[in-house]
Structure formats: structure tokens, C-alpha cells
């Protein structure tokens, strides 16, 4: 499975963007994390396969929704009232073992990655 995820790039603190990740194949649950300079890469939010069961990190919570559309194996990330803490790279994941109806946290429950993309906030 290859995943493409686009959507990044330039916004003012308060702004919005919405990220897209097209998988080529099926896939289970997916997720997008993030990087930026100098840390470690964290999770962000979380899908299960339905779209069913959805999770955030704190830091995003009640301004960030992940969605999917399975029937063109998207996912998207809405991210609303942005800060200069949100610039990084985001990267998409998704888990195509053969699982139940879960969400998942840890990179290593994924199996595939995109390729990043960036999002920078400007204050």
C-alpha cells in the first residue's frame, strides 16, 4: 500500500488547513503524526476502520477531526484554530494487518507511511 499524503503549507496563527492521505489499497485503521524539528515524532489522531472510533492527542483535541472516506481510501485531517506549536511535518499511516474495529496510538501498529508533508503556522 502506498500512501500520498498533501494538503500542508503555509497559515496564520488561528487559520485552518485540511490534510489529505489517498492510500492505493484497503487498509484498517490510520493515523497521522507528526514531527517537528528537533522532536520526536508524536501522534496526533487516530481512525479505526469503520471511522467509527476516532482519538487525539490533548494538544489537538477539540480543534483537530480525522475522518475517512473508504470508498476512496482517504483520510483527512481538519485542523481549525492553529498555533506556531502545530508547524511540523505531518505524516499519515495506516495498518493493513488484519485487525477489529481499533484505534491505534504507537507507530508501530502501523504498518505503511506516507511521506509527509509540512504545515507551517506562523504567529
Known amino acids: 500500500v502506498q500512501l500520498q499524503a498533501s494538503g500542508g503549507g503555509l497559515v496564520q496563527a488561528g487559520g485552518s488547513l485540511r490534510l489529505f492521505c489517498a492510500a492505493s489499497?484497503?487498509?484498517?485503521?490510520m493515523g497521522w503524526f507528526r514531527q517537528a524539528p528537533g522532536k520526536e515524532r508524536e501522534f496526533v489522531a487516530g481512525?479505526?476502520?469503520?471511522?467509527?472510533?476516532?482519538r487525539y492527542a490533548d494538544s489537538v483535541k477539540g480543534r483537530f477531526t480525522i475522518s475517512r472516506d473508504n470508498a476512496k481510501n482517504t483520510v483527512y485531517l481538519q485542523m481549525n484554530s492553529l498555533t506556531p506549536e502545530d508547524t511540523a511535518v505531518y505524516f499519515c499511516?495506516?495498518?493493513?494487518?488484519?485487525?477489529?474495529?481499533?484505534?491505534?496510538?504507537?507507530?508501530?501498529?502501523?504498518?505503511?507511511w506516507g511521506q509527509g508533508t509540512l504545515v507551517t503556522v506562523s504567529s
Open positions: 489499497g484497503r487498509t484498517y485503521a
Open positions: 499511516a495506516a495498518r493493513v494487518r488484519e485487525s477489529g474495529d481499533y484505534v491505534y496510538i504507537v507507530p508501530g501498529s502501523y504498518d505503511y
Open positions: 481512525i479505526s476502520r469503520s471511522g467509527g472510533a476516532t
